[in-house]
């Protein structure tokens, strides 16, 4: 247990005032010859345990009024999950409707389409619900990237900033190279804890240079961190992946170039393919089941104030004391009532 701190220390010069049971004699009553009292050994013992409970009682009021308690802390324990980096595209093409159906479908009811953006926001609200002891960092990424979060434990932010990243609209270009290159940055500053994940969210691609694709491939092996990529899908029937069925135009396109790149990685990587809800949702259950190992998590302890336990101390000492004082009170009485 941590040792106690004190807000308003000050107090402590009162602590004096504990002496005063000591100091104070009943002087109410006047005795001609004390001889003349009969030895009691017993009432000698419960006027030294009054006056040492009324002391203690003066003395815990005191410490409370100077503010006990322990100071905010942090604590580290082990615990299960993994850590990401979010990189979510804030293109133009984000704003775009997700999964819609084509023109000629007949639609049989009235459905209600939403953006990529919004079902990317809702789905990472999800994840991160769903995963207590996770840390997680983000970055908007268009023309150019932002770190807008850094690695935290703060669940209350992550999800304030994923809710704050369905507002507004996206910029026309798409800069992953330096989202990547800044996720890397985010992890290098950080001491080690877990699995390291880094989740590219996005519905294009980017061709790269030659000097692009070494410094991005130096700092992903050094570091060892996990590629994920959700790529929402923008031409219908295209996949990542060539096949015998695929058109011409598709052969060069920036999100086959930047795939194939990220196989050559000597990382872990993995791709998802999200042209529907359901896609998009066995692609972030995947990776929820994935990660889950072991991970040290540091945790936030709010201070914690520790007055009340002196209040209740001196409200214990009070109640023994005027007990007390009210079972000589009707002592005196009853042996007046014989008396008289």
Known sequence: MSALS?????????????????????????????????????????NLLLKLLASMIITSLILALAGP????QTVER????????????????????FARPPLNTLRTERLRFKSKR???????????????????????????????????????????????????????????VEALQLAAKMYEKETYRGSRN???????????SSEEKRRLKKIYEQMNLNLYWIYLRSVRGMTLDESEQDSVLWEDLPERKLHAFFKTL???????EAGSLAEYAAAIADIDQQQYQPLLVSERLPKQSRADMFLWLALAGLLVLVASFWLSYVGV???YRKTA
Not at 7 to 25: N, Q, R, V
Not at 123 to 131: D, I, K
Not at 135 to 140: C, I, L
């Open 6 to 46: 004190w807000t308003t220390p000050g107090f402590f010069y009162l602590l004096p005032l504990a002496l005063l049971p000591w100091l104070i004699h009943n002087q109410s009553k006047t005795i001609a010859w004390s001889k003349l009292l009969p030895v009691d050994p017993l009432s000698r013992w419960i």
């Open 69 to 72: 308690h322990i100071p905010e």
């Open 78 to 97: 082990y615990g299960e999950g993994a850590e990401f980096v979010v990189l979510l595209d804030r293109s133009r093409s984000m704003d775009e409707i």
């Open 118 to 176: 919004v079902v990317s926001t809702d789905y990472l609200l999800e994840f991160v619900e769903g995963r207590p002891d996770d840390r997680f960092g983000y970055v908007y990424f268009s023309t150019r990237s932002v770190e807008i979060l850094p690695l935290t434990y703060n669940k209350d932010a992550i999800l304030a900033t994923i809710r704050a990243g369905g507002l507004g609209k996206g910029i026309s270009k798409t800069n992953i």
């Open 198 to 208: 880094v989740l590219l969210i996005s519905d294009g691609g980017q061709i790269l």
């Open 266 to 272: 000597q990382v872990p990587y993995q791709s998802y």
């Open 333 to 335: 009485r009853q042996a």
